[in-house]
């Protein structure tokens, strides 16, 4: 069965700095992973994804994630964090494209303090 | 823009009234999705379709049923609402493939 790890339930930072947001995942197969961000009342933006090839992909916002397949973990990142970056991020994996649904992380708050 | 509509934003019920929850997709997509979120607890499928008429259960569905008549269109139907339902529910939808969810902007249901 496929599961989700986000070890923080909560990570400060101030603004400016680089944030990482961490995840690690559990498949069977191969994983596709996503990063999904929620703000307030609202539900859940599609923020990246990685399926296959380069280890580094880019988002929106300026977030990006780094795939490490022998620690399974996808972690996000920023260079530069925002106030409005602070919300309640989650990652979520999927075995291949025909797999069982999504699982998703418990999600991490993020605050980006000014 | 392509969007997942869920027809109320907040809901107050009471305990014991049967209450719908609508989902309508404009993209096509086969699957479509119902979550509850819960502080703590993350996201948890209630319920899923990957096809009209069809209907799987998902981690929780108890107390629970959907309906998927047209392909757009997925509704959470509460049989008889308590106060554990109260939650914020998530609809989703997507195609299969590479693809992940699109997600509505959820409904806030208060159950008294």
């Known amino acids: 069965a496929q599961s989700v790890a986000q070890p923080e339930d909560q990570v400060n930072v101030a603004e400016g700095n680089p944030l990482t947001v961490k995840c690690t995942y559990s498949v069977s197969g191969n994983p596709y992973l996503f990063w999904y961000v929620q703000y307030p009342n609202r539900g859940l933006q599609f923020l990246l994804k990685?399926?296959?090839?380069?280890?580094l992909v880019k988002g929106s916002y300026g977030f990006e994630a780094e795939f490490n397949k022998s620690q399974t973990s996808f972690h996000l990142k920023k260079p530069s964090a925002l106030v409005s970056d602070s919300a309640l991020y989650f990652c979520a994996v999927r075995d291949g494209p025909y797999g069982q649904n999504f699982v998703f992380g418990p999600g991490t708050r993020l605050s980006v303090l000014p | 823009d392509v969007k997942v509509t869920q027809s109320s934003r907040y809901l107050v019920k009471r305990t014991g009234e049967k209450v719908f929850l609508e989902c309508v997709q404009d993209m096509d997509h086969e699957n479509m999705f119902w979550y509850r979120q819960d502080p703590g607890l993350g996201l948890r499928l209630i319920y899923f379709?990957?096809?009209?008429?069809?209907?799987e259960k998902g981690d929780i569905p108890e107390g629970y049923s959907v309906s998927r008549e047209k392909k757009e269109r997925f509704s959470l139907i509460l049989e008889s609402a308590s106060t554990n339902q109260t939650s914020m529910y998530l609809c989703?939808?997507?195609?299969?493939?590479?693809?992940?969810?699109?997600f509505g902007s959820g409904t806030r249901l208060t159950v008294v």
């Open positions: 989703a939808s997507s195609l299969w493939g590479v693809y992940g969810y699109t």
């Open positions: 990685y399926i296959t090839g380069d280890n």
């Open positions: 379709s990957y096809d009209v008429k069809m209907k």
